[in-house]
Protein backbone atom coordinates (compact mmCIF):
# COMPACT_ATOMS: atom_id res chain seq x y z
CA UNK A 1 0.00 0.00 0.00
CA UNK A 2 0.82 3.85 -0.55
CA UNK A 3 1.20 5.13 3.15
CA UNK A 4 2.34 8.77 2.27
CA UNK A 5 3.20 11.22 -0.29
CA UNK A 6 5.64 14.22 0.58
CA UNK A 7 8.09 16.50 -0.61
CA UNK A 8 10.64 19.33 0.17
CA UNK A 9 8.00 21.96 -0.97
CA UNK A 10 6.92 24.03 1.89
CA UNK A 11 3.63 24.28 0.77
CA UNK A 12 2.85 20.67 -0.71
CA UNK A 13 0.33 19.41 1.48
CA UNK A 14 1.56 15.87 2.50
CA UNK A 15 -1.01 12.99 2.05
CA UNK A 16 -1.22 10.06 4.38
CA UNK A 17 -3.38 7.34 3.38
CA UNK A 18 -4.68 4.21 5.65
CA UNK A 19 -5.34 0.75 4.48
CA UNK A 20 -8.72 0.18 2.55
CA UNK A 21 -10.72 3.04 1.01
CA UNK A 22 -9.26 6.23 1.18
CA UNK A 23 -11.04 9.69 -0.15
CA UNK A 24 -9.06 12.61 -1.03
CA UNK A 25 -11.41 15.30 -1.58
CA UNK A 26 -11.17 18.74 -3.09
CA UNK A 27 -13.25 21.15 -1.22
CA UNK A 28 -15.78 23.98 -2.77
CA UNK A 29 -15.86 26.64 -0.38
CA UNK A 30 -18.36 29.71 -0.49
CA UNK A 31 -15.01 32.07 -1.14
CA UNK A 32 -14.55 30.16 -4.43
CA UNK A 33 -15.34 32.00 -7.42
CA UNK A 34 -17.00 30.89 -10.69
CA UNK A 35 -13.60 31.15 -12.70
CA UNK A 36 -11.61 28.78 -9.68
CA UNK A 37 -12.29 25.42 -10.76
CA UNK A 38 -11.93 22.93 -8.18
CA UNK A 39 -10.22 20.76 -11.69
CA UNK A 40 -6.42 22.56 -10.71
CA UNK A 41 -6.90 21.74 -6.75
CA UNK A 42 -4.32 18.95 -7.53
CA UNK A 43 -6.36 15.48 -7.64
CA UNK A 44 -4.86 15.13 -11.05
CA UNK A 45 -1.46 16.01 -10.25
CA UNK A 46 -1.46 13.46 -7.36
CA UNK A 47 -1.97 10.77 -10.45
CA UNK A 48 1.15 12.37 -12.26
CA UNK A 49 3.23 12.55 -8.83
CA UNK A 50 2.60 8.75 -8.66
CA UNK A 51 3.60 7.96 -12.09
CA UNK A 52 6.56 10.16 -12.04
CA UNK A 53 7.90 8.76 -8.77
CA UNK A 54 6.94 5.28 -9.78
CA UNK A 55 9.09 5.54 -13.09
CA UNK A 56 7.29 7.35 -15.78
CA UNK A 57 8.90 9.14 -18.41
CA UNK A 58 9.53 12.54 -17.75
CA UNK A 59 9.29 14.54 -21.25
CA UNK A 60 10.59 18.46 -20.94
CA UNK A 61 6.84 19.79 -20.65
CA UNK A 62 6.02 18.20 -17.13
CA UNK A 63 5.74 19.92 -14.60
CA UNK A 64 8.22 17.59 -12.83
CA UNK A 65 10.60 19.26 -15.04
CA UNK A 66 10.07 22.90 -15.22
CA UNK A 67 8.00 24.57 -12.44
CA UNK A 68 8.74 22.17 -10.45
CA UNK A 69 12.21 21.05 -11.76
CA UNK A 70 14.22 22.00 -7.90
CA UNK A 71 11.81 20.04 -6.23
CA UNK A 72 11.93 16.44 -4.42
CA UNK A 73 8.50 14.58 -4.43
CA UNK A 74 8.74 11.34 -2.49
CA UNK A 75 6.51 8.13 -1.64
CA UNK A 76 6.29 5.93 1.36
CA UNK A 77 5.18 2.74 -0.46
CA UNK A 78 5.11 -1.18 0.55
CA UNK A 79 7.46 -3.54 -1.76
CA UNK A 80 6.31 -6.90 -0.74
CA UNK A 81 6.62 -6.87 3.02
CA UNK A 82 9.18 -4.20 3.12
CA UNK A 83 8.65 -0.17 3.56
CA UNK A 84 10.31 1.97 1.11
CA UNK A 85 10.67 5.43 0.68
CA UNK A 86 11.11 6.65 -2.96
CA UNK A 87 12.27 9.97 -4.21
CA UNK A 88 12.51 11.48 -7.78
CA UNK A 89 12.90 15.47 -8.69
CA UNK A 90 13.14 16.74 -12.21
CA UNK A 91 16.91 17.88 -12.00
CA UNK A 92 17.94 14.23 -11.60
CA UNK A 93 14.82 12.88 -13.31
CA UNK A 94 16.83 9.69 -14.50
CA UNK A 95 17.63 8.56 -10.84
CA UNK A 96 15.84 7.53 -8.56
CA UNK A 97 16.74 7.59 -5.05
CA UNK A 98 14.75 4.20 -2.70
CA UNK A 99 15.36 4.18 0.90
CA UNK A 100 14.31 1.32 2.33
CA UNK A 101 12.64 1.43 6.33
CA UNK A 102 14.96 0.77 9.30
CA UNK A 103 13.17 -2.66 10.16
CA UNK A 104 12.66 -4.18 6.98
CA UNK A 105 14.05 -6.99 5.51
CA UNK A 106 15.02 -5.17 2.20
CA UNK A 107 15.72 -6.23 -1.54
CA UNK A 108 18.48 -3.08 -0.82
CA UNK A 109 20.94 -3.20 1.99
CA UNK A 110 20.99 0.56 1.64
CA UNK A 111 20.18 3.61 -0.06
CA UNK A 112 20.11 3.36 -3.11
CA UNK A 113 20.43 5.27 -6.31
CA UNK A 114 18.69 3.68 -9.46
CA UNK A 115 18.07 4.40 -12.82
CA UNK A 116 14.72 4.58 -14.23
CA UNK A 117 15.22 1.49 -15.86
CA UNK A 118 16.41 -0.18 -13.13
CA UNK A 119 13.78 1.13 -10.76
CA UNK A 120 11.10 0.10 -13.31
CA UNK A 121 12.64 -3.89 -13.49
CA UNK A 122 12.36 -4.40 -9.60
CA UNK A 123 9.01 -2.85 -9.35
CA UNK A 124 7.57 -5.02 -12.25
CA UNK A 125 9.22 -8.11 -10.79
CA UNK A 126 8.05 -7.59 -6.65
CA UNK A 127 4.31 -6.12 -7.87
CA UNK A 128 3.70 -7.97 -11.40
CA UNK A 129 6.38 -11.49 -11.43
CA UNK A 130 7.62 -9.67 -14.97
CA UNK A 131 11.31 -11.24 -15.39
CA UNK A 132 12.46 -9.70 -18.22
CA UNK A 133 15.79 -9.16 -19.07
CA UNK A 134 17.49 -6.52 -20.70
CA UNK A 135 17.73 -6.00 -24.76
CA UNK A 136 15.20 -9.22 -24.72
CA UNK A 137 11.89 -8.68 -26.78
CA UNK A 138 10.01 -6.05 -27.08
CA UNK A 139 6.65 -7.72 -27.56
CA UNK A 140 6.74 -8.75 -23.49
CA UNK A 141 4.53 -6.88 -20.84
CA UNK A 142 6.63 -4.05 -18.93
CA UNK A 143 6.11 -2.51 -15.77
CA UNK A 144 5.54 0.65 -17.79
CA UNK A 145 2.47 -0.73 -19.83
CA UNK A 146 0.56 -2.44 -16.78
CA UNK A 147 1.39 0.22 -14.27
CA UNK A 148 -1.22 3.02 -15.72
CA UNK A 149 -3.85 0.26 -15.16
CA UNK A 150 -3.96 0.57 -11.52
CA UNK A 151 -3.44 4.13 -11.47
CA UNK A 152 -5.22 5.52 -14.78
CA UNK A 153 -4.47 8.75 -16.19
CA UNK A 154 -7.40 11.41 -17.47
CA UNK A 155 -4.78 13.05 -19.74
CA UNK A 156 -4.19 10.20 -21.38
CA UNK A 157 -7.39 8.57 -21.92
CA UNK A 158 -7.14 6.05 -19.49
CA UNK A 159 -11.04 6.23 -19.16
CA UNK A 160 -12.25 5.87 -22.65
CA UNK A 161 -12.03 2.13 -22.40
CA UNK A 162 -11.93 -0.79 -19.89
CA UNK A 163 -9.12 -2.47 -21.59
CA UNK A 164 -7.30 0.25 -22.96
CA UNK A 165 -5.56 3.28 -20.77
CA UNK A 166 -4.33 5.82 -22.95
CA UNK A 167 -5.33 6.32 -26.59
CA UNK A 168 -1.51 5.80 -27.64
CA UNK A 169 -1.57 2.39 -26.94
CA UNK A 170 -2.15 -0.11 -29.73
CA UNK A 171 -4.50 -2.71 -30.10
CA UNK A 172 -1.36 -5.48 -29.85
CA UNK A 173 0.08 -4.07 -26.44
CA UNK A 174 -3.11 -3.67 -25.05
CA UNK A 175 -4.27 -7.64 -25.37
CA UNK A 176 -0.71 -8.05 -24.15
CA UNK A 177 -1.06 -6.06 -21.10
CA UNK A 178 -4.67 -7.41 -20.30
CA UNK A 179 -4.07 -11.26 -20.93
CA UNK A 180 -0.92 -10.78 -18.53
CA UNK A 181 -2.94 -9.19 -15.73
CA UNK A 182 -5.87 -11.81 -16.57
CA UNK A 183 -3.35 -14.80 -16.12
CA UNK A 184 -4.04 -15.81 -20.02
CA UNK A 185 -1.73 -16.46 -22.21
CA UNK A 186 -0.18 -12.92 -23.18
CA UNK A 187 2.20 -14.96 -25.46
CA UNK A 188 -0.15 -15.80 -27.69
CA UNK A 189 -0.55 -11.84 -28.95
CA UNK A 190 2.79 -11.59 -28.74
CA UNK A 191 3.40 -13.92 -31.43
CA UNK A 192 0.52 -12.31 -33.47
CA UNK A 193 2.52 -9.20 -33.54
CA UNK A 194 5.67 -10.60 -34.38
CA UNK A 195 3.58 -11.96 -36.84
CA UNK A 196 2.39 -8.82 -38.45
CA UNK A 197 5.73 -7.27 -37.96
CA UNK A 198 7.68 -10.17 -40.24
CA UNK A 199 4.41 -9.62 -42.79
CA UNK A 200 4.49 -6.11 -42.90
CA UNK A 201 8.21 -6.49 -43.34
CA UNK A 202 7.85 -9.09 -46.32
CA UNK A 203 5.48 -6.24 -48.17
CA UNK A 204 8.24 -3.77 -47.23
CA UNK A 205 10.84 -6.13 -48.94
CA UNK A 206 8.53 -7.04 -52.06
CA UNK A 207 8.00 -2.97 -52.36
CA UNK A 208 11.75 -2.55 -52.75
CA UNK A 209 12.23 -5.56 -55.45
CA UNK A 210 10.49 -3.65 -57.61
CA UNK A 211 12.17 -0.08 -57.02
CA UNK A 212 14.82 0.61 -58.34
CA UNK A 213 15.25 -2.18 -60.34
CA UNK A 214 17.90 -2.68 -63.57
CA UNK A 215 15.39 -5.44 -64.75
CA UNK A 216 12.14 -6.00 -65.27
CA UNK A 217 9.66 -5.90 -62.72
CA UNK A 218 9.26 -9.54 -61.72
CA UNK A 219 8.34 -10.33 -57.84
CA UNK A 220 7.09 -14.27 -58.83
CA UNK A 221 10.07 -16.18 -58.03
CA UNK A 222 8.76 -18.19 -61.46
CA UNK A 223 9.19 -15.86 -63.85
CA UNK A 224 12.66 -14.37 -61.80
CA UNK A 225 14.24 -17.68 -62.49
CA UNK A 226 13.12 -17.77 -65.94
CA UNK A 227 14.46 -14.53 -66.83
CA UNK A 228 18.20 -16.02 -64.63
CA UNK A 229 18.33 -18.97 -66.96
CA UNK A 230 18.20 -17.07 -70.18
CA UNK A 231 20.22 -14.16 -68.80
CA UNK A 232 22.90 -16.76 -67.96
CA UNK A 233 22.39 -18.59 -70.60
CA UNK A 234 23.66 -15.32 -72.75
CA UNK A 235 26.38 -14.62 -70.09
CA UNK A 236 28.01 -18.05 -70.37
CA UNK A 237 27.86 -17.65 -74.45
CA UNK A 238 29.81 -14.40 -74.40
CA UNK A 239 31.84 -15.46 -71.66
CA UNK A 240 32.88 -18.69 -74.02
CA UNK A 241 33.54 -16.41 -77.27
CA UNK A 242 35.46 -14.04 -75.29
CA UNK A 243 38.04 -16.67 -74.10
CA UNK A 244 38.96 -17.57 -77.35
CA UNK A 245 39.58 -14.16 -78.43
CA UNK A 246 42.41 -12.58 -79.70
CA UNK A 247 43.42 -9.39 -79.30
CA UNK A 248 45.38 -7.95 -82.58
CA UNK A 249 46.79 -4.94 -82.43
CA UNK A 250 46.73 -4.12 -86.17
CA UNK A 251 43.35 -5.45 -86.19
CA UNK A 252 42.23 -1.68 -87.62
CA UNK A 253 45.11 -1.41 -90.00
CA UNK A 254 44.40 -4.90 -91.73
CA UNK A 255 40.69 -4.02 -91.65
CA UNK A 256 41.56 -0.58 -93.86
CA UNK A 257 43.82 -2.61 -95.93
CA UNK A 258 41.04 -5.63 -96.59
CA UNK A 259 38.78 -2.27 -97.40
CA UNK A 260 41.23 -0.98 -99.57
CA UNK A 261 41.90 -4.12 -101.53
CA UNK A 262 37.85 -5.31 -101.92
CA UNK A 263 37.29 -0.96 -103.47
CA UNK A 264 40.52 -1.82 -105.85
CA UNK A 265 38.99 -4.88 -107.08
CA UNK A 266 35.63 -3.81 -107.72
CA UNK A 267 37.56 -0.49 -109.59
CA UNK A 268 39.57 -3.15 -111.76
CA UNK A 269 36.24 -5.20 -112.45
CA UNK A 270 34.67 -2.31 -113.49
CA UNK A 271 37.40 -1.60 -116.08
CA UNK A 272 37.20 -4.80 -117.70
CA UNK A 273 34.17 -4.85 -118.06
CA UNK A 274 34.36 -1.58 -119.99
CA UNK A 275 37.72 -2.84 -121.78
CA UNK A 276 35.07 -5.89 -122.65
CA UNK A 277 32.38 -3.93 -124.10
CA UNK A 278 34.89 -2.13 -126.23
CA UNK A 279 36.40 -5.30 -127.45
CA UNK A 280 33.19 -6.65 -128.35
CA UNK A 281 32.41 -3.30 -130.35
CA UNK A 282 35.85 -3.23 -131.84
CA UNK A 283 35.15 -6.80 -133.13
CA UNK A 284 31.66 -5.70 -134.78
CA UNK A 285 33.24 -3.07 -136.78
CA UNK A 286 35.84 -5.23 -137.96
CA UNK A 287 33.45 -8.23 -138.90
CA UNK A 288 30.83 -5.70 -140.17
CA UNK A 289 32.90 -3.39 -142.53
CA UNK A 290 32.73 -4.55 -146.20
CA UNK A 291 34.38 -2.77 -149.15
CA UNK A 292 32.49 -1.07 -151.79
CA UNK A 293 31.73 -2.35 -155.10
CA UNK A 294 33.39 -1.25 -158.33
CA UNK A 295 29.53 -0.07 -159.55
CA UNK A 296 29.74 1.44 -156.52
CA UNK A 297 32.77 3.71 -157.13
CA UNK A 298 31.62 4.56 -160.66
CA UNK A 299 28.29 5.50 -159.03
CA UNK A 300 30.38 7.77 -156.58
CA UNK A 301 32.51 9.31 -158.95
CA UNK A 302 30.31 10.12 -161.66
CA UNK A 303 28.93 11.84 -159.36
CA UNK A 304 32.02 13.61 -158.08
CA UNK A 305 32.49 14.38 -161.51
CA UNK A 306 29.59 16.45 -161.34
CA UNK A 307 30.38 17.78 -158.32
CA UNK A 308 34.32 18.74 -159.25
CA UNK A 309 34.29 18.66 -162.71
CA UNK A 310 37.92 19.95 -162.44
CA UNK A 311 39.57 16.72 -160.62
CA UNK A 312 41.34 14.05 -163.00
CA UNK A 313 39.94 11.07 -163.28
CA UNK A 314 41.36 7.93 -162.59
CA UNK A 315 41.09 4.10 -162.78
CA UNK A 316 38.91 2.38 -161.81
CA UNK A 317 41.44 -0.23 -160.68
CA UNK A 318 43.60 2.28 -158.88
CA UNK A 319 40.91 3.72 -156.80
CA UNK A 320 39.47 -0.55 -155.82
CA UNK A 321 43.27 -0.48 -154.69
CA UNK A 322 43.47 2.58 -152.49
CA UNK A 323 40.12 1.72 -151.08
CA UNK A 324 41.52 -1.78 -149.96
CA UNK A 325 44.35 -0.32 -148.49
CA UNK A 326 42.60 2.23 -146.28
CA UNK A 327 40.61 -0.58 -145.26
CA UNK A 328 42.95 -3.00 -143.91
CA UNK A 329 44.86 -0.03 -142.44
CA UNK A 330 41.39 0.69 -140.25
CA UNK A 331 41.06 -3.18 -139.34
CA UNK A 332 44.69 -3.37 -138.55
CA UNK A 333 43.89 -0.11 -136.05
CA UNK A 334 40.90 -2.15 -134.43
CA UNK A 335 42.91 -4.95 -133.83
CA UNK A 336 45.44 -3.07 -132.45
CA UNK A 337 43.15 -1.39 -130.04
CA UNK A 338 41.40 -5.14 -129.08
CA UNK A 339 44.93 -6.03 -128.24
CA UNK A 340 45.31 -3.51 -126.28
CA UNK A 341 42.41 -3.78 -124.33
CA UNK A 342 42.51 -7.52 -123.50
CA UNK A 343 46.12 -6.68 -122.82
CA UNK A 344 44.73 -4.65 -120.16
CA UNK A 345 42.14 -6.61 -118.78
CA UNK A 346 45.14 -9.07 -118.52
CA UNK A 347 46.74 -7.42 -116.44
CA UNK A 348 44.00 -6.18 -114.42
CA UNK A 349 43.26 -9.74 -114.20
CA UNK A 350 46.84 -10.43 -112.77
CA UNK A 351 46.64 -7.79 -110.35
CA UNK A 352 43.21 -8.57 -109.25
CA UNK A 353 44.78 -12.22 -108.17
CA UNK A 354 47.78 -10.77 -106.75
CA UNK A 355 45.08 -8.52 -104.31
CA UNK A 356 42.64 -11.06 -103.43
CA UNK A 357 44.98 -13.34 -102.43
CA UNK A 358 46.58 -10.71 -99.74
CA UNK A 359 42.66 -9.75 -98.86
CA UNK A 360 42.72 -13.51 -98.44
CA UNK A 361 45.58 -13.44 -96.35
CA UNK A 362 44.24 -10.80 -94.34
CA UNK A 363 40.33 -11.89 -93.61
CA UNK A 364 41.95 -15.37 -92.51
CA UNK A 365 43.55 -13.12 -89.20
CA UNK A 366 41.03 -11.28 -89.10
CA UNK A 367 38.60 -14.18 -88.64
CA UNK A 368 40.77 -15.30 -85.97
CA UNK A 369 41.58 -12.08 -84.09
CA UNK A 370 39.68 -9.10 -83.21
CA UNK A 371 40.39 -5.47 -81.97
CA UNK A 372 40.85 -4.22 -78.68
CA UNK A 373 37.82 -2.03 -78.82
CA UNK A 374 35.74 -5.21 -79.78
CA UNK A 375 37.39 -6.88 -76.91
CA UNK A 376 36.49 -4.29 -74.48
CA UNK A 377 32.95 -3.82 -75.66
CA UNK A 378 32.08 -7.60 -75.33
CA UNK A 379 33.82 -7.39 -71.53
CA UNK A 380 31.39 -4.50 -71.20
CA UNK A 381 28.10 -6.38 -72.10
CA UNK A 382 29.16 -10.05 -70.20
CA UNK A 383 29.97 -7.11 -67.28
CA UNK A 384 26.39 -5.91 -67.53
CA UNK A 385 24.79 -9.37 -68.02
CA UNK A 386 26.80 -10.95 -65.17
CA UNK A 387 25.59 -7.80 -63.16
CA UNK A 388 21.74 -8.20 -64.20
CA UNK A 389 22.46 -12.14 -63.46
CA UNK A 390 23.45 -11.06 -60.13
CA UNK A 391 20.52 -9.06 -59.26
CA UNK A 392 17.96 -11.54 -60.72
CA UNK A 393 19.66 -14.53 -58.74
CA UNK A 394 19.20 -11.67 -54.92
CA UNK A 395 15.88 -11.11 -56.25
CA UNK A 396 15.19 -14.82 -57.16
CA UNK A 397 16.10 -15.64 -53.18
CA UNK A 398 14.74 -12.31 -52.12
CA UNK A 399 11.21 -13.17 -54.20
CA UNK A 400 11.41 -17.52 -52.82
CA UNK A 401 12.17 -15.90 -48.61
CA UNK A 402 9.32 -13.85 -49.35
CA UNK A 403 6.93 -16.41 -50.65
CA UNK A 404 8.08 -19.36 -47.78
CA UNK A 405 8.07 -16.13 -45.11
CA UNK A 406 4.47 -15.35 -46.37
CA UNK A 407 3.35 -19.03 -46.83
CA UNK A 408 5.10 -19.75 -43.01
CA UNK A 409 3.14 -16.61 -41.38
CA UNK A 410 -0.22 -17.92 -42.88
CA UNK A 411 0.36 -21.42 -41.60
CA UNK A 412 1.47 -19.96 -38.07
CA UNK A 413 -1.67 -17.40 -37.61
CA UNK A 414 -3.29 -20.39 -38.55
CA UNK A 415 -1.86 -21.94 -35.77
CA UNK A 416 -2.01 -19.16 -33.15
CA UNK A 417 -5.45 -18.62 -33.92
CA UNK A 418 -6.16 -21.89 -32.67
CA UNK A 419 -3.80 -21.77 -29.87
CA UNK A 420 -6.02 -18.52 -29.19
CA UNK A 421 -9.15 -21.02 -28.88
CA UNK A 422 -7.53 -23.64 -27.22
CA UNK A 423 -5.92 -20.95 -23.88
CA UNK A 424 -9.57 -19.51 -23.77
CA UNK A 425 -11.11 -23.17 -23.17
CA UNK A 426 -8.27 -24.52 -20.98
CA UNK A 427 -8.67 -21.81 -18.64
CA UNK A 428 -12.40 -21.50 -18.27
CA UNK A 429 -12.44 -21.21 -14.53
CA UNK A 430 -9.82 -18.29 -14.80
CA UNK A 431 -12.20 -16.34 -16.90
CA UNK A 432 -15.71 -18.04 -15.79
CA UNK A 433 -14.07 -16.81 -12.66
CA UNK A 434 -13.52 -13.19 -13.90
CA UNK A 435 -17.15 -13.36 -15.53
CA UNK A 436 -18.88 -13.69 -11.98
CA UNK A 437 -16.77 -11.24 -10.51
CA UNK A 438 -17.94 -8.72 -13.45
CA UNK A 439 -21.31 -9.65 -12.76
CA UNK A 440 -21.78 -9.10 -9.10
CA UNK A 441 -19.56 -5.73 -9.36
CA UNK A 442 -21.94 -4.59 -12.00
CA UNK A 443 -25.30 -6.11 -10.06
CA UNK A 444 -24.21 -4.08 -7.12
CA UNK A 445 -24.67 -0.72 -8.71
CA UNK A 446 -27.51 -1.49 -11.29
CA UNK A 447 -30.21 -3.40 -11.40
CA UNK A 448 -29.60 -4.97 -14.80
CA UNK A 449 -25.95 -6.24 -14.13
CA UNK A 450 -23.50 -6.02 -16.47
CA UNK A 451 -21.03 -8.96 -18.31
CA UNK A 452 -18.05 -9.49 -19.39
CA UNK A 453 -16.82 -11.52 -22.45
CA UNK A 454 -13.72 -13.14 -23.32
CA UNK A 455 -13.64 -14.67 -26.75
CA UNK A 456 -11.20 -15.31 -30.03
CA UNK A 457 -9.81 -13.13 -32.55
CA UNK A 458 -7.77 -12.87 -35.16
CA UNK A 459 -5.44 -10.90 -33.59
CA UNK A 460 -5.52 -12.81 -29.72
CA UNK A 461 -8.14 -12.75 -27.10
CA UNK A 462 -10.85 -10.16 -27.23
CA UNK A 463 -12.52 -8.56 -24.02
CA UNK A 464 -15.41 -7.12 -24.07
CA UNK A 465 -17.52 -5.31 -21.05
CA UNK A 466 -21.03 -4.30 -21.68
CA UNK A 467 -23.59 -3.01 -18.73
CA UNK A 468 -26.97 -2.52 -19.58
CA UNK A 469 -28.36 1.13 -19.68
CA UNK A 470 -28.10 3.87 -22.31
CA UNK A 471 -24.92 4.82 -24.29
CA UNK A 472 -23.45 7.42 -21.93
CA UNK A 473 -19.85 8.48 -20.06
CA UNK A 474 -21.31 7.18 -16.78
CA UNK A 475 -22.05 3.52 -17.64
CA UNK A 476 -18.57 3.81 -19.63
CA UNK A 477 -16.82 4.81 -16.41
CA UNK A 478 -18.43 2.15 -14.13
CA UNK A 479 -17.65 -0.73 -16.89
CA UNK A 480 -13.98 0.35 -16.22
CA UNK A 481 -14.62 0.84 -12.43
CA UNK A 482 -16.17 -2.64 -12.48
CA UNK A 483 -13.17 -4.02 -14.45
CA UNK A 484 -10.00 -2.34 -12.77
CA UNK A 485 -11.97 -3.76 -8.95
CA UNK A 486 -12.00 -7.30 -11.01
CA UNK A 487 -8.60 -7.22 -12.12
CA UNK A 488 -7.29 -5.97 -8.15
CA UNK A 489 -9.32 -8.83 -6.74
CA UNK A 490 -7.84 -11.82 -9.69
CA UNK A 491 -4.13 -9.38 -9.21
CA UNK A 492 -4.39 -9.64 -5.17
CA UNK A 493 -5.19 -13.79 -5.33
CA UNK A 494 -1.66 -14.30 -7.29
CA UNK A 495 0.19 -12.22 -6.03
CA UNK A 496 0.64 -10.06 -9.06
CA UNK A 497 -0.63 -6.75 -7.87
CA UNK A 498 1.54 -3.64 -6.23
CA UNK A 499 -1.46 -3.64 -2.97
CA UNK A 500 -3.27 -0.69 -4.46
CA UNK A 501 -5.74 0.81 -7.21
CA UNK A 502 -6.52 4.35 -7.97
CA UNK A 503 -8.87 6.85 -9.29
CA UNK A 504 -9.47 10.22 -9.37
CA UNK A 505 -12.32 12.39 -10.32
CA UNK A 506 -12.92 11.28 -13.29
CA UNK A 507 -14.13 7.73 -13.01
CA UNK A 508 -17.33 9.34 -11.77
CA UNK A 509 -17.90 11.74 -14.72
CA UNK A 510 -21.56 11.43 -15.82
CA UNK A 511 -22.46 8.86 -12.87
CA UNK A 512 -25.23 9.95 -10.44
CA UNK A 513 -25.12 10.17 -6.96
CA UNK A 514 -26.75 7.04 -6.22
CA UNK A 515 -24.09 4.90 -8.25
CA UNK A 516 -21.76 6.97 -6.81
CA UNK A 517 -22.72 5.73 -3.01
CA UNK A 518 -23.04 2.02 -4.13
CA UNK A 519 -19.50 2.17 -6.10
CA UNK A 520 -17.78 3.73 -2.90
CA UNK A 521 -19.36 1.10 -0.58
CA UNK A 522 -18.71 -1.73 -2.91
CA UNK A 523 -14.78 -0.19 -3.07
CA UNK A 524 -14.72 0.06 0.79
CA UNK A 525 -15.79 -3.55 0.80
CA UNK A 526 -13.73 -5.36 -2.11
CA UNK A 527 -10.70 -3.30 -0.51
CA UNK A 528 -11.21 -5.05 2.56
CA UNK A 529 -12.24 -8.32 1.43
CA UNK A 530 -9.05 -8.89 -0.90
CA UNK A 531 -7.00 -6.78 1.78
CA UNK A 532 -5.78 -3.96 -0.94
CA UNK A 533 -5.40 -0.38 -0.76
CA UNK A 534 -8.49 1.78 -2.93
CA UNK A 535 -7.60 5.64 -3.11
CA UNK A 536 -10.18 7.83 -4.93
CA UNK A 537 -9.92 11.49 -5.47
CA UNK A 538 -13.19 13.13 -5.19
CA UNK A 539 -14.75 16.78 -5.74
CA UNK A 540 -16.92 17.53 -2.37
CA UNK A 541 -19.86 18.68 -3.57
CA UNK A 542 -19.74 15.11 -5.32
CA UNK A 543 -19.78 13.06 -2.78
CA UNK A 544 -23.00 11.33 -1.89
CA UNK A 545 -25.09 12.25 1.23
CA UNK A 546 -26.85 9.34 0.87
CA UNK A 547 -27.55 6.13 -0.62
CA UNK A 548 -25.14 4.12 2.01
CA UNK A 549 -26.17 1.05 3.80
CA UNK A 550 -26.58 1.68 7.55
CA UNK A 551 -23.47 1.67 9.39
CA UNK A 552 -21.53 2.72 6.23
CA UNK A 553 -19.78 6.32 7.41
CA UNK A 554 -18.21 7.71 4.22
CA UNK A 555 -16.70 10.53 6.47
CA UNK A 556 -14.29 7.46 7.90
CA UNK A 557 -12.80 6.79 4.92
CA UNK A 558 -11.94 10.68 4.01
CA UNK A 559 -8.16 11.98 4.41
CA UNK A 560 -7.80 14.73 7.14
CA UNK A 561 -5.72 16.48 4.11
CA UNK A 562 -8.33 18.12 2.11
CA UNK A 563 -7.65 20.14 -1.12
CA UNK A 564 -9.64 23.27 -2.31
CA UNK A 565 -8.83 25.63 -4.83
CA UNK A 566 -10.96 28.83 -2.99
CA UNK A 567 -7.40 30.43 -2.17
CA UNK A 568 -3.86 30.19 -4.14
CA UNK A 569 -2.51 28.05 -1.81
CA UNK A 570 -5.24 25.46 -1.09
CA UNK A 571 -3.93 23.33 -4.05
CA UNK A 572 -1.79 20.03 -3.28
CA UNK A 573 1.63 22.24 -4.24
CA UNK A 574 -0.07 25.21 -2.32
CA UNK A 575 0.17 27.92 -5.03
CA UNK A 576 -1.08 28.35 -9.05
CA UNK A 577 0.72 27.44 -11.71
Request: aromatic share 6%; with cysteine.
Amino acid sequence: MIHEISSDLDSFKNLVFKPGLNLLLAEKTPESSDLQSRNSAGKTSMVELLHFVFGSSAPQESIFRSALRERQFSVSVDIGRSKYRVTRSGDSHGQILVEPSIDSTSFLTDSSALSREEWCKILGERWFGLHQKKGTDTHLPTFRSLMPYIVRRQQSGGFMQATRHSTQQPEWRQQISICYLLGLDWRIPAKLRELHERSRLSDELRQALVTGSLVKDWTNSGDLRTALAVTESRADQLRSRLENFQVLPEYEQLEIEASEISNEVSELSLENVVDQGLIEELSSSISEEIPPGIDDLKEVYEEVGVVLPELPHRRFSEVEAFHQTIIANRRAHLQREIDAAEERIKDRNGRKTEIDERRQQIMGVLDGHGALQQYTALREELGRLESQCEELRSRLNAAEKLERTKAEVKIERAKLEQEVHIDIQERDVLINDLIVKFEELSSSLYEHSGSITVSASKSGPKITTVIDGERSKGITNMQIFCFDLALAELGMKKAHWPGFLVHDSHIFDGVDERQIAKALQLGARKARECEFQYIVALNSDALPKSGFEDGFLIEDYVLDTQLTDATETGGLFGFRF
